[in-house]
């Protein structure tokens, strides 16, 4: 296990910060990637959650890995409203990745969310990546997507227990997320050139995200 030290990223971190983000997505899920431009707009965003920003540093001062949160909303069906997080992108360099990284900086910043007074927390993910981490399947909180749907990748965790009553709420991502494809691909002509190309974890995307769970 490799020793790091986890704490909140500085601005001095952000050039440092996006590189990584990049090479930790190049490929993996599209040809390319756009979670570096993604990084890069979060941060000056009304929804970014500064203190849950987190970066992963090696005892050479090295930045391996990286976490980001927004605030996100849950809405019931009269309307009532309950203030929620979400995070991504979660990034770990190509050369650290499977030495619990990311789940050290998991670990720790669902502490600090309870500590903020989060109670749960809702993501779009591979669940292979994130049933160990606590995360569940939104059908089984009854959490869907604005048109009523619960897709197989939309996952909840429970930050306190008892968050969840069986009422249905749907999810409002922060706006945050939203960007033109185009801006991304302007940002990413500064970075050193690298090949975009086929992988087979594209398709496992592909089917994680056009996946939806039926009664």
Same mark, same amino acid.
């Given at each position: 296990?490799?020793?790091? /030290? ?14 990584? /983000? ?122 869907? /997507? ?20 069986? /009422? ?48």
């Amino acid at each position: 296990m490799i020793n790091i /030290t986890i704490r909140n990223e500085i601005e001095n971190d952000f050039g440092e910060v996006e590189i990584l /983000t990049r090479k930790a997505f190049w490929n993996v899920n599209v040809p390319g990637c756009d979670e570096h431009y993604l990084a890069h707009v979060l941060r000056s965003h009304e929804d970014f959650i500064p203190e849950l920003d987190l970066v992963a540093e090696t005892d050479d001062g090295k930045i391996v890995g990286n976490v980001m949160y927004t605030k996100a909303r849950l809405v019931d069906e009269s309307g009532a409203e309950k203030l929620i997080l979400t995070f991504g992108p979660i990034s770990v360099h190509p050369d650290y990745q499977r030495m619990g990284i990311s789940r050290k900086l998991l670990e720790l910043s669902f502490d600090k969310a309870i500590g903020l007074g989060y109670k749960a927390i809702v993501i779009f993910g591979n669940p292979d990546n994130y049933v160990s981490r606590g995360f569940k399947s939104c059908k089984k909180y009854n959490v869907c /997507t604005a048109d009523g749907s619960y897709p197989a990748a939309m996952l909840v965790k429970e930050l306190v227990a008892g968050t969840f009553n069986g /009422t249905k709420w749907f999810y409002h991502e922060s706006p945050a997320y939203e960007f033109d494809r185009s801006d991304a691909e302007k940002f990413d002509e500064q970075f050193e050139p690298m090949k975009k190309e086929f992988r087979p974890s594209q398709e496992e995307f592909y089917i994680h995200s056009h996946s939806v769970i039926r009664d």
